[in-house]
């Protein structure tokens, strides 16, 4: 049986199927052992490798992502992807034209994490819960309804809730800059990424800045599941 797994910057994640349905595991909740367990467990004996670890040709990266995206969801046939990982990338898909834009972005997840970390938080998984509680008004510096600075209100008094809340809209910021910059941010815009997984402050900013925005459950597992499906394409 075979396997799709993403070799990421950050984390490992494998695809591969269970009767009629697919499976998805994580090294975002699972020790790189343990994946290997399940993998043994499950009797994969064949490898589909692919990501940033495993593609030297990143256009295989990208095709293969576009092709798990699709797979998970039915989407419109013009859209935007956004994939919020360690860091951001940008892909225009028109049906079978897929065009990775040249610039991505090195704030992500791992903006996120690095800091947090260096904040005091443990983990990701505790800056996403103290975020869903925090206020961004409380963190960033604003004139009206511009923002001025992010994270220009922190200080050393400052609640952890708003201190995380304000990592997330550096984000959500940047995100909706970039797709500005390259005047596309009135498409669809289809976002995916370890970033996003219960991570609610994060959708809710995404949602406030970017008008036709969706988000696809097990989205993190697109390149992975992609990789899966390549065996028989």
Do not use: W
């Amino acid at each position: 049986m075979h396997a799709g797994i993403d070799l990421g910057s950050t984390l490992i994640k494998i695809a591969f199927k269970k009767g009629k349905s697919f499976q998805f595991y994580s090294q975002a909740d699972y020790s790189p052992k343990q994946l290997a367990d399940i993998l043994k467990k499950n009797q994969i004996t064949k490898k589909v490798f692919a990501g940033l670890k495993a593609d030297k040709d990143i256009a295989r990266e990208i095709k293969l992502q576009v092709l798990g995206v699709k797979a998970l969801t039915r989407l419109p046939k013009k859209f935007v992807l956004v994939s919020i990982g360690t860091g951001t990338s940008y892909t225009l898909v028109n049906g079978n034209i897929i065009k990775k834009l040249s610039l991505g972005n090195s704030l992500g997840g791992g903006f996120i994490l690095g800091l947090g970390l260096a904040l005091g938080f443990k983990n990701f998984q505790e800056i996403c819960r103290y975020a869903e509680k925090g206020n961004i008004k409380d963190a960033d510096l604003y004139f009206k309804d511009l923002i001025v600075a992010n994270l220009a209100k922190l200080n050393k008094k400052s609640k952890k809730e708003n201190i995380a809340a304000g990592l997330m809209n550096v984000i959500a910021i940047t995100t909706m800059k970039d797709l500005m910059l390259y005047k596309i941010e009135k498409e669809n815009i289809v976002c995916i990424g370890s970033t996003l997984k219960n991570n609610i402050c994060l959708k809710k900013l995404l949602k406030k800045y970017l008008r036709k925005v969706q988000f696809i459950k097990h989205g993190e597992f697109a390149t992975a599941l992609g990789a899966l499906l390549s065996v028989n394409n």
